[in-house]
């Protein structure tokens, strides 16, 4: 076996070699290469999350265009632009919804821009690749002709561990002046990677490596090409401006344990696309037409039915339905009847609290409330009761967040919150600690329970 002074480097067999030997050797150079690439980038993205001088910049950045709408609590600046949804919309979950949807799918192009900056990004992950191509091309040279390296390449492409590229609703315009609308088409998950999200991968990572002193914020910002192109564009709360803005939907659930208010809170797993490790309201999730029935599925209600099974309890076949399955195969689970059924006896309700824009990447959340007033929902569930017709099952979360999380005290998902002296988590309520919308989800979700229980 060959050496190599990088730690961690798999060996090069000096051959002969097999099949099987070349596939472990295949898989076990993914790994360490995703491992190194994606560590560095995500350390230097920590380093700004990590600084408090970072959202100090996105609260200069953005203060002309958000003004006082601008998340701040405990003397904290968050980077999101939050609009509280009014309370003549607050029990309409729709309300937020312009019909009809704009359906047609082919109108969801990205400015060019974006394409390219993407690239260098993808080429910051891929830095490996020609160290080790010579390797390869040593280990398959004349021995196996049929493992071809353009073969081998393709297999290696450096990725999160779980790819999904459906659709999405995407915002076309946003409405908040006496009411709050959202002017809604349909978008390709990729298209929002590429724009969106390399929005904010290009702030974090320029302000990770770069660290600018606050006088010196306007020079650091004519390094930032995305975020200066669209600003000059127009304002992107309230447009897309060719970028693919996919809308999310962020649920916070309220309930009572041990004669304490909970929420469901857990830091996202290391195999979902973006924001790994940090913490999420549950659930969380894509405004999305799962199985392409547009019209169907553009609904707020049904999309938090369909997450609330999947996230909450795990339903596997929740996570990649059928095409052919009609949109509403799943309302007949019993989990579902009977948050349902408490909900028709007002022992629970749901809420629309408002939308989020999340400024590093200019994405819009709807954030909304599930607020349990029964206690024995969370009792049931603990012992996967029987209650009526239904057979009740328990908390199960699912992939996309972490299992056996320890790094916070949050205990089995549950954050402890105070509704009576308007505490929001305090020992994790920090900017660097959450997916930002999760903030916004938490705060608006909060101040509207406080409102309905009577805490105000």
């Known amino acids: 076996m060959g050496h190599n002074n990088d730690p961690g480097v798999p060996p090069v067999s000096l051959g002969p070699f097999n099949t099987k030997e070349v596939e472990k050797y295949i898989r076990d150079w993914r790994q360490f290469l995703s491992n190194r690439c994606y560590k560095e980038l995500e350390e230097i993205q920590a380093s700004a999350r990590a600084n408090p001088r970072f959202y100090d910049y996105i609260e200069w950045l953005y203060q002309d265009i958000c003004g006082d709408n601008i998340l701040r609590y405990n003397q904290l600046a968050f980077p999101m632009a939050v609009f509280p949804a009014p309370k003549t919309q607050r029990d309409d979950l729709e309300s937020i919804l312009v019909k009809p949807l704009q359906t047609d799918p082919g109108n969801d192009e990205i400015d060019k821009i974006f394409e390219d900056t993407g690239q260098y990004y993808d080429k910051k992950v891929s830095e490996g690749w020609q160290d080790w191509k010579k390797k390869l091309k040593e280990?398959?040279?004349?021995?196996?002709?049929?493992?071809?390296?353009?073969?081998?390449?393709?297999?290696?492409?450096?990725?999160?561990?779980?790819?999904?590229?459906?659709?999405?609703?995407?915002?076309?315009?946003?409405?908040?002046?006496?009411?709050?609308?959202?002017?809604?088409?349909?978008?390709?998950?990729?298209?929002?990677?590429?724009?969106?999200?390399?929005?904010?991968?290009?702030?974090?990572?320029?302000?990770?490596?770069?660290?600018?002193?606050?006088?010196?914020?306007?020079?650091?910002?004519?390094?930032?090409?995305?975020?200066?192109?669209?600003?000059?564009?127009?304002?992107?709360?309230?447009?897309?401006?060719?970028?693919?803005?996919?809308?999310?939907?962020?649920?916070?659930?309220?309930?009572?344990?041990?004669?304490?208010?909970?929420?469901?809170?857990?830091?996202?797993?290391?195999?979902?696309?973006?924001?790994?490790?940090?913490?999420?309201?549950?659930?969380?999730?894509?405004?999305?037409?799962?199985?392409?029935?547009?019209?169907?599925?553009?609904?707020?209600?049904?999309?938090?039915?369909?997450?609330?099974?999947?996230?909450?309890?795990?339903?596997?076949?929740?996570?990649?339905?059928?095409?052919?399955?009609?949109?509403?195969?799943?309302?007949?689970?019993?989990?579902?009847?009977?948050?349902?059924?408490?909900?028709?006896?007002?022992?629970?309700?749901?809420?629309?609290?408002?939308?989020?824009?999340?400024?590093?990447?200019?994405?819009?959340?709807?954030?909304t409330l599930l607020l349990i007033k029964d206690p024995n929902w969370i009792k049931n569930h603990g012992r996967a009761k029987r209650v009526n017709s239904y057979q009740l099952t328990k908390l199960n979360f699912n992939w996309e967040y972490k299992s056996g999380d320890k790094s916070t005290n949050i205990s089995e998902g549950k954050g402890r919150i105070d509704l009576t002296a308007d505490l929001v988590m305090p020992d994790n309520f920090k900017p660097e600690k959450f997916v930002p919308p999760a903030v916004a989800a938490l705060k608006l979700g909060v101040d509207v329970a406080r409102e309905e229980l009577g805490f105000h």
């Open 139 to 367: 280990l398959v040279s004349g021995e196996s002709p049929e493992i071809s390296l353009e073969k081998i390449k393709n297999h290696l492409k450096v990725s999160p561990a779980r790819s999904w590229d459906g659709y999405t609703y995407r915002m076309i315009k946003f409405e908040h002046q006496e009411q709050l609308k959202l002017t809604c088409g349909i978008g390709k998950y990729s298209n929002s990677i590429k724009s969106c999200d390399t929005i904010e991968t290009e702030l974090l990572v320029h302000f990770g490596e770069k660290n600018p002193q606050s006088s010196d914020f306007s020079k650091f910002t004519e390094k930032i090409s995305l975020v200066r192109y669209i600003c000059d564009k127009g304002n992107p709360l309230e447009e897309s401006l060719g970028r693919s803005a996919a809308i999310a939907i962020s649920t916070l659930v309220i309930f009572i344990e041990d004669g304490k208010y909970k929420c469901l809170v857990k830091p996202r797993s290391e195999e979902v696309a973006v924001h790994q490790n940090l913490l999420h309201v549950i659930p969380s999730f894509m405004f999305q037409p799962v199985v392409q029935e547009f019209d169907n599925e553009y609904s707020i209600r049904h999309n938090i039915y369909r997450e609330y099974l999947e996230e909450i309890f795990g339903r596997k076949d929740l996570d990649n339905p059928r095409k052919e399955w009609n949109y509403d195969f799943f309302y007949d689970d019993p989990n579902l009847m009977y948050i349902l059924d408490l909900e028709k006896k007002k022992k629970a309700r749901f809420y629309f609290t408002g939308v989020a824009i999340n400024l590093l990447n200019l994405r819009p959340e709807i954030c």
